[in-house]
C-alpha cells in the first residue's frame, strides 16, 4: 500500500505540472480507486475531483440536438427585381435632387444679394483681407500725419 501511495503522489504530482501522459492519468485514477478509505487526508480531495470528472463523462444531452433551418424568404422574379432595383436608384436620384436644392442658404450676402456660389464668396473674402491691410496702411499714415503736425506746430513756437 505503501508503494501505492508513493506512487499516486508522484503521479498526482506530475498531473498538477501538466506532465502526465493519458496512461498515467488513467493509472491514477485507477490507483485512487483502489486505495479508497485507505487513502491519506492530504490526498482525499483526488477522490472528489474523479468522482466529478466521472459524472461529467457520463451526462449526456438528453434530447438530440435539432438542426434549424434557414428561414425560406419568397424569391422575387428577375423581372422583379429589376423593377425593384430600379425604383430604388429612381428613389436615391430624387433624394439627391431635393437635398441639393432644398434649404439652399446662401454663403454670404454682398451688397444686400445672397451669393449661392462659394467661389464667388471666397473671391469676396480675399478682397475683404486686402481692404484690412490697407485699412491698417491708412492707421499707420494718420498716425504720422498727427505726429508731423505736433511736430510743426511745436516748431512753430
Known amino acids: 500500500m505503501d508503494k501505492s501511495i508513493e506512487r499516486i503522489d508522484l503521479l498526482v504530482e506530475r498531473w498538477l505540472d501538466g506532465a502526465t501522459t493519458d496512461a498515467e492519468e488513467r493509472e491514477l485514477q485507477r490507483l485512487v480507486a483502489e486505495c479508497g478509505a485507505e487513502l491519506p487526508a492530504r490526498l482525499g480531495w483526488l477522490t472528489t475531483t474523479f468522482e466529478g470528472y466521472g459524472a461529467l463523462a457520463e451526462e449526456r444531452n438528453p434530447q438530440p440536438v435539432k438542426r434549424q433551418l434557414r ?5 422575387m422574379r428577375l423581372g422583379q427585381r429589376i423593377v425593384a432595383w430600379s425604383m430604388a436608384a429612381a428613389a436615391a436620384v430624387v433624394a439627391m435632387i ?3 436644392t432644398i434649404d439652399r442658404e446662401p454663403y454670404c450676402y454682398i451688397n444686400g444679394v445672397a451669393v449661392h456660389d462659394a467661389q464667388i464668396a471666397m473671391n469676396e473674402t480675399r478682397c475683404f483681407e486686402h481692404l484690412a491691410e490697407l485699412d491698417q496702411t491708412m492707421q499707420v499714415l494718420t498716425l504720422l500725419e498727427d505726429f508731423n503736425l505736433e511736430n510743426n506746430l511745436e516748431s512753430d513756437y
Do not use: G, I, L
Not at 71 to 75: D, E, K, L, S, V
Open 71 to 75: 428561414a425560406q424568404r419568397p424569391t
Open 98 to 100: 431635393v437635398a441639393t
